[in-house]
């Protein structure tokens, strides 16, 4: 008796029955990332015809953000500016003012310490010098209050 269908023939047809099988997954998976590579075009197809445009307009938006920044410029300049004259202004009063201050602060501690010392010793010599020290220590005074205050 001959053998019609040997185990040779058996691992044949079961190599040509997984050929096949691998075939048909390798065309399916093939067809599959074809399927996503269409998709994957025209989601960048899209973005580019929609991000093309958008790009524009977020540049002509950053061009009006720079002039309008150059405008602030200008106008934070312009206040510098005024405040500086300001301060130039108050710093040329506050010094044409100083020594009538002086001057009266002086003279009216000089005047209230000599009255003082008038009264209790009953001395116009002793109530003059009062008066002088008390005039000269007061205009000290201020003065170091004055450069306390610039500090």
Do not use: Y
């Amino acid at each position: 008796m001959v053998a019609v269908f040997t185990w040779p023939d058996a691992a044949d047809c079961a190599l040509a029955f997984f050929l096949v099988v691998v075939g048909v997954g390798l065309a399916w998976a093939l067809l599959a990332l074809a399927r996503t590579f269409t998709r994957l075009s025209a989601l960048i197809r899209g973005a580019q015809q929609e991000l093309v445009p958008l790009i524009g307009k977020v540049g002509g938006s950053i061009d009006r953000v720079n002039t309008q920044l150059d405008l602030l410029d200008d106008a934070t300049e312009s206040a510098v500016d005024a405040v500086a004259a300001i301060d130039q202004t108050v710093r040329t009063v506050s010094f044409s003012i100083r020594r009538p201050i002086e001057i009266a602060t002086g003279l009216s501690s000089g005047l209230t310490h000599g009255a003082a010392t008038l009264r209790k010793r009953r001395s116009w010599s002793a109530a003059l010098a009062s008066a002088k020290e008390a005039s000269a220590r007061r205009r000290a005074d201020l003065t170091e209050e004055l450069a306390r205050t610039r500090r």
